[in-house]
């Protein structure tokens, strides 16, 4: 009979709480998404947004990607929620769809980018919806790629590009890769395709 092999690697839920510990304590944390890896700080905490733009050496007009757990968390985002994006949001989400908000005016300005809105999406993906559910609030959701390199699918790729910069991160495997989420923003009372990707409107 075959010797079995005895895993190391710490249980996920072990995984996950040392990931929302790192969050809580402003380091950046990169963890699986439907698509790509994406790096996660407190959209709440500044210095952790500030944070995070240093470390993937991103422009600061550039606004961030959020994900929220649950249509209920957008209050603490969004200043009002358009009435077109209601259908959209109970078809796709959770999914790869990503809406633009009017933000509140008490956001971080980078995390904005200035703009007056923000960008929020519910991911499909379990690891990514159980780490947003455990840390209680939103994360970003940034690719976990230096700014214009290729976005990566495995773990290896994300220590690969950032050996030292990040303080966890979550390995849930490879992901799908492809395309990124579809963004839709509306001018007016009707909806705009900003980036198109595996939803088709």
């Known amino acids: 009979m075959a010797e079995r092999k005895l895993s190391t690697a710490p249980p996920m839920s072990a995984m996950l709480a040392q990931a929302v510990g790192c969050i809580r304590e402003g380091a950046v944390v990169a963890f699986p998404t439907e698509t790509y890896y994406g790096l996660a700080v407190d959209p709440f905490n500044r210095e952790a947004v500030v944070r995070l733009f240093h470390c993937k050496r991103r422009p600061l007009d550039k606004p961030l990607l959020v994900l929220i757990d649950r249509a209920e968390q957008l209050p603490l985002l969004v200043r009002s929620v358009p009435e077109p994006y209601l259908p959209l949001m109970r078809r796709y989400w959770p999914g790869p769809l990503t809406l633009i908000f009017p933000a509140r005016e008490d956001l971080c300005a980078e995390l904005t ?89």
């Open 113 to 201: 980018g200035n703009s007056g809105t923000i960008a929020i999406r519910i991911s499909s993906h379990p690891l990514a919806r159980e780490l947003v559910r455990l840390a209680a609030i939103p994360l970003t959701a940034t690719s976990a790629n230096l700014s214009g390199q290729p976005a990566p699918t495995t773990a290896e790729e994300v220590k690969g590009m950032f050996p030292s910069s990040l303080g966890y991160i979550l390995d849930g495997g490879t992901t799908p890769g492809g395309l990124s989420s579809t963004v839709v923003g509306l001018e007016g009372q009707r909806l705009i395709v900003h980036r198109q990707g595996p939803i088709r409107l």
